[in-house]
């Protein structure tokens, strides 16, 4: 039973150009939280999708970020126009169909942007 | 801003030593839980306590609950060299967010 796989693990790019951050969740999940981690800090929510909806996108920056969860494949972090300040290690965490008030979230190893 | 704040923010212990950290919040919540964050890694889920239970055991593990105080603690018990991380409190007191601490970093010398 493969965990949440997130790639690539590692991504470089140049300022202005475009990140994208794939995450794949357990399988059986079908809710996806996406969080955003500076170094010597804690993870940061951005976004928490269902199945081709987005159910509270309130940690996430209001311009050149979006994301989805279509109904096949896996979910996309898309970061358009990076900056320097866009770098940063980002995790993708799922959790089953809502069955109980217990929210254990299983994280991926995450994606490590830099951008130069 | 951040719902949970842990202390200390560094911890070094010797190996056998039991460990103590510790997480404060702000708002009421439904259940709290502590993560493992080995350097460059994801988070591992350590444990969940509700706000209804006051202390959960899980192997060397030990967590406690003070909803008055609205903070937490975490005690690994005879520590050993893997368990040094960082560990994280989350607490989801706003939907199905979790909202996390800074986190504690633990090195266990051996």
């Known amino acids: 039973n493969a965990g949440v796989m997130q790639n690539p693990r590692h991504l470089v790019r140049r300022r202005g150009q475009e990140a994208r951050l794939r995450c794949s969740p357990m399988?059986?999940?079908?809710?996806v939280y996406w969080y955003r981690q500076l170094p010597e800090e804690g993870l940061k929510f951005m976004v928490y999708l269902q199945k081709e909806n987005i159910i509270d996108e309130s940690g996430m920056p209001k311009e050149r970020f979006s994301a989805e969860f279509p109904k096949e494949g896996p979910s996309i972090l898309r970061i358009q126009q990076v900056v320097r300040g866009d770098s940063a290690a980002y995790f993708c965490?799922?959790?089953?169909?809502?069955?109980?008030?217990?929210?254990?979230?299983?994280f991926g190893a995450g994606t490590r942007l830099s951008v130069l | 801003s951040q719902q949970g704040e842990e202390d200390p923010q560094a911890l070094s212990i010797q190996e056998g030593e039991n460990a103590t950290m510790n997480c404060s919040y702000k708002?009421?919540?439904?259940?709290l839980q502590w993560y493992r964050q080995n350097s460059g890694r994801g988070l591992v889920h350590l444990i969940l306590?509700?706000?209804?239970?006051r202390e959960k055991h899980s192997g060397r593990l030990r967590v406690t609950l003070d909803t008055s105080k609205k903070s937490s603690s975490l005690l690994i018990t005879a520590s050993r060299a893997a368990d040094t991380a960082s560990y994280f409190c989350?607490?989801?007191?706003?939907?199905?967010?979790?909202?996390f601490g800074k986190g504690t970093k633990l090195t266990v010398n051996p």
């Open positions: 989350a607490t989801d007191a706003e939907s199905e967010k979790l909202v």
């Open positions: 306590i509700r706000s209804n239970e």
């Open positions: 399988k059986g999940h079908s809710h």
């Open positions: 708002t009421s919540i439904n259940n």
């Open positions: 965490a799922s959790s089953p169909l809502a069955g109980g008030p217990a929210n254990i979230q299983y």
